[in-house]
């Protein structure tokens, strides 16, 4: 199976283990999806991620991270631009995830920053996904 939006399969695959409680996900590897898990291991969301060698294109294993209560802090993701439908902004139009109690992940011409790091930065892009 070719997946064509592998963003859209990663948020698929971690929604899923986070609704069965599994303590990690593992998806095929890539520069973005490994840069994405950078940024929510940076915001809080997961635990930790790495990437295992599979003589192949590599597998990203991605910690997930609950509260004592046995909760998920990744309450949800959705992907804004698709490959068909792509969401861009202007450093004014940077949009605030649940009245800034969530992140977007924005990629811009300097790499992939949050939407307070686009912010911080005055930079545009194009909005990846929410989470919150």
């Not at 069965?20 to 915001?43: F, G, N, W």
């Not at 992939?112 to 892009?125: V, Y």
Request: aromatic share 4%; proline share 3%.
């Amino acid at each position: 199976m070719v997946v064509t939006d592998t963003i859209a399969d990663m948020i698929a695959r971690t929604k899923n283990s986070l609704e069965r409680e599994k303590p990690h996900v593992d998806m095929p590897s890539s520069k973005l999806k490994v840069e994405i898990a950078r940024i929510l291991k940076e915001e809080g969301y997961i635990a930790n991620y790495k990437t295992i060698e599979d003589n192949k294109q590599g597998i990203l294993r991605i910690f997930l991270k609950y509260t004592k209560s046995g909760e998920s802090v990744i309450r949800d993701m959705e992907r804004v631009s698709s490959p068909g439908r792509r969401q861009y902004v202007n450093k004014e139009e940077i949009p605030r995830v649940m009245e800034g109690l969530g992140r977007a992940v924005i990629s811009t011409s300097k790499g992939l920053m949050t939407d307070k790091g686009c912010r911080k930065n005055r930079l545009g892009g194009e909005v990846l996904l929410h989470v919150w």
